[in-house]
């Protein structure tokens, strides 16, 4: 997207605003589904915590796309965007028996990633197909924020318990489908992970009824230039070779899955935000904007690096800036950036703004969560109207306080 169009669009629909370029998310599910190319079956099934917006759903549909769901509620919102029961992947991790079980009522392939619930699940329901989630104790890439295969995580079933775990497959009579693992997020190092998908086919052998092995995501994208990603040509070469010898051996030709969220929609994201002021101090040039992290939290949540640069002024001279917002908390989205000479009333945009940014919004300082726009064929679709204070206020319960109200509680 070009930045007058991006200037076009703060100033129809106002700021704070997020931006989606729909040509970059299908870029990015082309690429992905091509690197696998020599897999006879492969299926994507996006991330939907990444960015749940129904329209942006609705939109991966069309690519071909399944989802990867983590809640009953994003189950709901899959179904309501025209997902099939069977294109649906329930991942969850801590929840109740009965939300899974709510779940497969609905027809929903579910995901177990713990030993108690699924001895629970196969004693009431030996016939549903599960999926099971390993954690292969495998570090991929990433910090333990958002690394999830290391041995202390909460996520999946450990390798070291795999005795037990049939020991419940074989008392339970249950039928497992399926085998799962995720690393985590920003996988650097492709052996890494190719040394755990050999730990997922050795788990794998040792169940005879498998459909699908689900190897999760985590593939990085670049957050400014020069930025590592993960090599996903290589890595679909490398990947391709090992699962079909593997579906050789196996005598069956068993599907190839993976949940993408931040490799699909991270780089389609666009953040726009308004200059309130500039503020010199003794040390520091700030530019203080219309947001902060209750719209984009993850700079002070993870320490993650946004591109930001000013659209208003793409060829002003550059100088040093730290961009700050309006919270009445320390909302620090960059120190001491080199960006083009900004103004009051400038529009800055962060880039990688698709993936954990307004899904992790909050109405933190009673502030309005943004508009989001889908940007589709060169044109700009309101895809998420900006709050509003009634809905600040719609499910608060107000309760009369009053001395008359008093007196009338106590008759």
């Known amino acids: 997207m070009e ?19 729909a040509e970059k998310i299908a870029s990015q599910y082309h ?25 942006v759903l609705k939109y991966l549909r069309t690519l071909g796309s399944g989802i990867d769901t ?49 001895e629970q699940f ?55 489908n399926g085998i799962h693992m995720h690393t985590g997020s920003d996988i650097l190092d492709i052996d890494v992970f190719l040394y755990a998908s050999e730990i997922l086919f050795d788990t794998a052998a040792k169940f005879k009824s498998l459909e699908f092995i689900d190897f999760g995501s985590g593939f990085k994208v670049p957050y400014k230039t020069g930025d590592i990603e993960t090599n996903i040509e290589e890595l679909g070469k490398k990947l391709s070779a090992k699962f079909n010898n593997f579906c050789k051996e196996y005598g069956k030709d068993l599907t190839l899955a993976f949940e ?48 930001i640069d000013n659209v208003s002024n793409p060829n002003g001279r550059e100088r040093f800036y730290s961009v700050v917002g309006y919270i009445c908390e320390t909302d620090t989205f960059g120190n001491n950036r080199r960006i083009n000479e900004i103004n009051e009333g400038d529009i800055l945009r962060f880039k990688n703004a698709g993936a954990y940014c307004f899904s992790m919004a909050s109405n933190y300082n009673s502030r309005f969560r943004p508009a989001e726009v889908l940007w589709h064929n060169n044109k700009a679709h309101l895809i998420r109207k900006r709050e509003t204070f009634e809905d600040i206020i719609n499910n608060q319960i107000e ?13």
């Open 399 to 411: 309760v009369d306080f009053s001395p008359k109200k008093e007196k009338e509680l106590v008759k």
């Open 31 to 55: 690429r992905l589904t091509s690197a696998f190319k020599s897999v006879k079956k492969l299926k994507i099934k996006y991330a939907v915590k990444a960015l749940s917006n129904i329209s």
């Open 70 to 118: 983590v809640s009953i509620q994003e189950i709901k919102l899959g179904l309501a965007a025209g997902f099939s029961p069977d294109q649906i992947i329930f991942t969850p991790n801590g929840v109740s028996l009965n939300e899974i079980e709510e779940a497969v009522k609905l027809g929903i392939q579910i995901n177990i990633d713990n030993l108690s619930v699924l």
């Open 122 to 176: 196969g004693t009431k329901h030996p016939n549903v197909p599960v999926c099971i989630r390993i954690n292969p104790h495998i570090m991929a890439g990433g910090n333990t924020n958002i690394s999830v295969g290391h041995i202390d995580s909460k996520f999946g079933i450990s390798i070291h318990q795999i005795p037990h775990l049939l020991r419940i497959v074989e008392n339970t009579k249950m039928h497992i």
């Open 260 to 307: 993408p969220g931040k490799f699909l929609v991270s780089e389609a994201g666009n953040f726009l935000v308004k200059v309130n002021a500039v503020k010199q101090t003794t040390s520091t040039v700030f530019a203080q904007v219309d947001s902060g992290f209750n719209h984009l939290i993850r700079p002070m949540f993870y320490g993650s690096h946004h591109e």
């Open 3 to 21: 930045n007058t169009q991006l200037v076009k669009i703060a100033n129809e629909y106002g700021s704070p605003v997020y931006v989606y370029d």
